[in-house]
């Protein structure tokens, strides 16, 4: 079945910056859309950013200007450049592929202190 490893987390103060991976296994990762989502305690799951198989990406409004995702298909991976990072970029972080499951599995935790 399809497996999506996330990692990159951290602890950073505001202003600082990270950069999230996700690994696939099990799918045809060039050809799937993947998105990024998040969820902090006691709110809904949200898109973050996605990146489609043709390379096109879109982004939430909160994250514009900031982030930035990015595909390896050679490395069955996705990245998501956080920089200028805010306490309110603060959730879990977690990879999806076409838009199923998002902020399900195991995450990875971001923390932005002020």
């Known amino acids: 079945g399809v497996r999506l490893v996330e990692s990159g987390g951290g602890s950073v103060q505001a202003g600082g910056s990270l950069r999230l991976s996700c690994t696939a296994s099990g799918m045809t990762f060039a050809f799937s859309d993947m998105g990024w989502y998040r969820q902090a305690p006691r709110k809904e799951c949200e898109l973050v950013s996605s990146?489609?198989?043709?390379?096109?990406?879109s982004y939430g409004n909160s994250v514009k200007g900031r982030f930035t995702i990015s595909r390896d298909n050679g490395k069955n991976t996705v990245y998501l450049q956080m920089n200028s990072l805010k306490p309110e970029d603060t959730a879990v972080y977690y990879c999806a592929a076409d838009y199923s499951r998002p902020c399900w599995g195991q995450g990875t935790q971001v923390t932005v202190s002020s």
């Open positions: 990146i489609r198989s043709d390379g096109s990406t």
